[in-house]
């Protein structure tokens, strides 16, 4: 029962506060990251293996070893701990605070304010895009992090409590750090990507079943099964497909990047995506941390009542 009450205090914090905006312990632990790099890269796994240990490890145990401590001495304290730690690492708020500006420019007819606002959310050359591919992209974005920033973060605290929300949340960090196939990461990036498909791979799923429920389900399913296995990654494939498919939606397709479109499966089915996608996406990844919230305290009561039987 504390930990789903942990959970929703930690939603309340983020709904009331979003990120913290002079110190946030992530920009702290991404400079950390950067260190480390440039003092233990090399051109191997085992480099990169190391470097993964060396930054996320430490952090993991201290914050297991002070969630300990409070639990045992000040349950209290270790109640708002786990309330503010959790707080940290999800990022709902954030969410809407960088997808709304861009769906309010579409919806202005402000396609240069559009770019602007979507290329703070997504990696590829947005000066290219229209209209309905600056909609795609920021719907993309939502989706795909209602898992990474949120739903993830949520699950493995509910499994491991605070050192498992942290485990994930810096796991997710390095992956999006080093994580990419180019020539300076493939191989010292190996261990990052991987790590974070491994503790994505049951959020993820339960991230596009919330989707599924909550949206146009026979077709979510549908776009989930035909679909998400031809996306590069395995834990987003099934996330945006259902997702896309929820809100009876095109998404995927080409996208630039570094001046080259490249291709991408397509994502959905339904209409182009619009200013509207983006607001229909926000709403959608909300309704779905009420149910994991909702699903959660049920059984925290269900749980508590059986130890009290």
Do not use: H, K, Q
């Given at each position: 029962m504390t930990t789903a009450l942990a959970m929703v205090a930690a939603v309340l914090l983020d709904a009331w506060l979003g990120e913290p905006r002079r110190f946030h312990p992530l920009v702290a632990f991404g400079r950390l990251v950067t260190f480390v790099e440039s003092r233990l890269h090399r051109d191997r796994r085992s480099a990169g293996i190391a470097a993964w240990c060396v930054v996320v490890l430490p952090v993991v145990l201290g914050a297991w070893v002070i969630n300990a401590w409070l639990g045992h001495d000040a349950p209290w304290l270790g109640f708002v701990y786990q309330a503010v730690v959790l707080y940290v690492v999800i990022g709902l708020r954030s969410l809407g605070d960088h997808a709304t500006p861009v769906a309010r420019a579409l919806e202005a007819g402000d396609i240069l304010g559009a770019r602007t606002a979507v290329g703070r959310m997504v990696s590829r050359d947005t000066a290219a895009l229209d209209d309905s591919q600056v909609a795609a992209a920021?719907?993309?974005?939502?989706?795909?992090?209602?898992?990474?920033?949120?739903?993830?973060?949520?699950?493995?605290?509910?499994?491991?409590?605070?050192?498992?929300?942290?485990?994930?949340?810096?796991?997710?960090?390095?992956?999006?750090?080093?994580?990419?196939?180019?020539?300076?990461?493939?191989?010292?990036?190996?261990?990052?990507?991987?790590?974070?498909?491994?503790?994505?791979?049951?959020?993820?799923?339960?991230?596009?079943?919330?989707?599924?429920?909550?949206?146009?389900?026979?077709?979510?399913?549908?776009?989930?099964?035909v679909q998400a296995s031809h996306w590069d990654s395995p834990n987003a494939g099934p996330v945006m497909a259902a997702g896309a498919g929820a809100l009876g939606i095109c998404l995927g397709g080409a996208a630039p990047y570094d001046g080259v479109w490249e291709p991408r499966p397509a994502l959905g089915e339904g209409d182009p995506?619009?200013?509207?996608?983006?607001?229909r996406a926000l709403q959608l990844v909300r309704r779905s941390v009420v149910?994991?919230?909702?699903?959660?305290?049920?059984l925290g009561i269900i749980r508590w009542g059986a130890s009290h039987a």
């Open positions: 920021a719907t993309e974005s939502v989706l795909e992090n209602g898992n990474d920033a949120v739903f993830g973060a949520l699950f493995w605290f509910a499994v491991l409590g605070v050192p498992g929300a942290v485990l994930y949340r810096l796991a997710n960090t390095l992956d999006a750090m080093w994580g990419y196939r180019t020539e300076r990461y493939e191989r010292y990036g190996w261990a990052a990507a991987r790590i974070d498909d491994v503790l994505n791979f049951l959020p993820a799923r339960l991230t596009a079943m919330s989707y599924l429920l909550l949206g146009d389900a026979a077709r979510a399913w549908r776009c989930w099964r995506a619009d200013a509207r996608s983006i607001v149910l994991w919230l909702v699903v959660i305290v049920l």
